[in-house]
Structures are given as C-alpha cells and as structure tokens.
C-alpha cells in the first residue's frame, strides 16, 4: 500500500539528518508483520539473490529494458555512479553511523549499501539519470507488531533526470512497486 510522504518525514529516522537535498518520491508499507528485532530478517531477505523478489514477468522484463537502455545510452558507465559522479552518502554520515554496520548489498539490482541500524537500513545507486536512495524503516503499527516501510528518495541529475523520473514514474508505481511488494509478502515466511 503506498503512503503519504508524512509516514516517512514524521518518523524519527537517521537519514533525515543528511539527506535534504534529495526529493522524497515515494513511501510504501510493506507486508511483513513481525516482532520489534525482525529489521535484519527483512533486510536480509532485500538483499539476497532469491530471483523470487523480482518474480513477475512484468517487472522482469521492465528492468531487462532498462538495463538494455543503461548499456546502450551509457547511462549506468562506472564513471556515473556513486564514487564518481557523485559522493556516496556514506561521506555524509555522521561518525557513529559510519563506525555502525554498514549491511549488505543488494544483488539483483545495483544498489550498494550505505548504512545500518536497529531501525533503518539504507542502500545508495547513482547513474547519469539520478542518484537514488532506498530507505527501508521498521515501525511499530498500531497493534503493537512491527512492519517494514519502504522509502524512495532521489536527486535526479540535471534535465534529462527529471524527464526520466517523471517518465518512469508511473510504470513504477503502478507495476514495478506492487508487484515488488507482493512478492516481499510472498516470500516474507521463508526467511524465519
């Protein structure tokens, strides 16, 4: 279920601190009710290889394209990610957050992780299109479980950054989200 911006700003996370220059684009609850230390067990579950994350043939073949369009425009070259391009997030930590767990990275899609605490994870991608930020929380509901919120935040790069969110802004929230999300519910049991 996607959120309103207010469900991310108004919790007391880490990122806020070192993050107001980028755009908050999107924020969705996520399927997997659990107990107050289960941040790690979803955050494992983002990370792994498991193909079962990105299972639906849609949002399968939406991120083929996209990577097929990355190669032959140029837009995913080493020399415009993180490190160079841009500065990674990591730079801008305060020193216990850089001194904490820094978590893992993502293997299916090219985000690399940035930091890690009880309560939030956060991973870190840059290409000529935008530098992104994936925020994952994990916030108490209103039963007393707990459940993971999923945040995308973004600095499009230039011109041509802001056409492509505005292009993909749709196809994402209306394919690839929903179905990542379901997915996650999907396979939330097996990773106990």
Known sequence: ????????????????????????????????????????????????????????????????IRWRLGKLFGWDRRETGVGSRVGSLRDRLPEDLRAGPRGPDLKVVPFSSVYQTDREWTAELANRTVHALLHIGWVQDGDGGYHGQMAALVKPNGAFGKVYMTGIKPIRRTVVYPQLIRSIGRNWPKYR
Do not use: K
């Open 1 to 64: 279920m996607r959120l309103p911006s207010s469900a991310h700003t108004e919790q007391p996370w880490r990122i806020h601190e070192f993050t107001g220059d980028f755009e908050l684009e999107d924020v969705w609850a996520l399927p997997t009710p659990g107990g107050p230390d289960d941040l790690d067990r979803l955050v494992r579950q983002f990370t792994s290889d498991d193909d079962d994350e990105i299972s639906d043939v849609a949002v399968r073949t939406l991120f083929a």
